[in-house]
């Protein structure tokens, strides 16, 4: 599933992309993400890889947040001697910029940012160093990896590269329809799991991996199985699923994966109906409704009117087409109001439809 997310899905590999290329051309960069960027810990190793394919002349060191970075860096990237010139006359990023003779300048250096004020340390340095270090010198990569939400200024040398703008439905219902396509079942049930997984889970994309190992649980009854599953697992890095959606909340997502899949078959049966039985319906018109309604046409007549018809002997059908007839209205009916099928009456739809 990972490999699906940040190999095929357009936008997450745009994302991805864009990073590899500035990292490659030696840029630093800020990486901003909310929690939910899904298998973070691979997505790091798969830039890392991909960056030293490209550029293999710097080392990637991993460095805990700190706010002090100028601080941190002489002592850890100086021997002694060199920490020794150090004077309070020149800010730590001027020192080490024009000091050619540190390892600093050799190396990728992923830092965790773990509050705003580490961030704002860490990307004044950075801005400072890129600033005093000069273009045409080797120079140390930042990619400064924050985890919020919260609006940053740019900082000149800094490229933005932030998760959460660049990724949108579309890239969740692609990621969907990529993974269910794997699945050993039919076209419209593909459809509607990848419409649920869409609708019922939106940001969280482990999370659809996780449901994808239950796929027949899961689309019987979402809202339980989530519950079921986030109590036992974990993400890939270890922190626990978070599921907010209140069991109301999940029934109109229900609803609307629904609609969007299974409600246009039930049009598609009334045209077929209609145009089977166009001789019959057209004898009966003009037809007035209880509210008011007329129609003219048999192609415009609703559900509901031609089972009325059919109840009082109008319509004449077989106890098949009357059976059929009566189901997909009170399908529709229920989807009209707001309520959700059953797994059963989905399949039943597919029955009838496509047998």
Not at 157 to 165: F, N, P, S, V
Request: hydrophobic residues 40%; aromatic residues 12%.
């Amino acid at each position: 599933m990972m490999q699906i997310w940040w190999e095929r899905v357009p936008n997450a590999l745009s994302f991805m992309n864009g990073i590899v290329d500035n990292l490659a051309q030696e840029k630093s960069i800020l990486l901003q993400h909310s929690a939910l960027m899904p298998w973070p810990i691979e997505f790091a190793s798969l830039i890392r890889e991909t960056v030293q394919q490209q550029n293999a002349s710097k080392v990637f060191t991993d460095i805990d947040s700190t706010e002090d970075p100028g601080s941190y860096l002489l002592q850890a990237f100086c021997k002694p001697e060199k920490r020794a010139q150090y004077r309070p006359s020149k800010n730590y990023a001027q020192f080490l910029a024009e000091s050619d003779d540190i390892i600093l300048h050799e190396r990728y250096l992923w830092v965790k940012i773990n509050s705003l004020a580490s961030l704002d340390a860490w990307t004044t340095f950075v801005s400072d160093y890129i600033k005093y270090r000069g273009k045409d010198n080797v120079c140390a990569v930042f990619i400064l990896d924050w985890q919020g939400t919260v609006h940053v200024p740019r900082k000149k040398g800094i490229m933005l590269h932030a998760y959460d703008t660049c990724i949108g439905e579309y890239d969740r219902i692609v990621f969907s329809m990529l993974s269910v396509s794997r699945l050993n079942t039919s076209n419209l049930m593909k459809n509607y799991l990848a419409e649920l997984l869409s609708n019922v889970l939106g940001d969280d994309i482990e999370l659809y991996a996780e449901c994808l190992q239950c796929p027949d649980s899961f689309s019987a009854d979402p809202y339980e199985t989530i519950l079921d599953l986030i109590s036992y697992s974990a993400r890939s890095d270890g922190t626990s699923f978070i599921f907010t959606k209140t069991q109301k909340e999940v029934i109109h997502s229900i609803w609307q994966a629904q609609i969007r899949t299974i409600y246009p078959l039930i049009e598609e049966f009334r045209e077929s109906f209609v145009k089977k039985h166009a001789s019959e319906i057209e004898a009966q018109l003009p037809i007035t409704t209880l509210y008011g309604e007329q129609y003219t046409d048999p192609k415009d007549v609703e559900l509901g009117t031609l089972a009325y018809l059919a109840d009082n002997h109008n319509l004449p059908l077989s106890f098949e087409a009357y059976n059929q007839l009566k189901f997909f209205k009170n399908a529709r009916n229920a989807l009209s109001h707001l309520a959700i099928l059953s797994l059963e009456d989905i399949q039943q739809v597919e029955q009838m439809m496509f047998s």
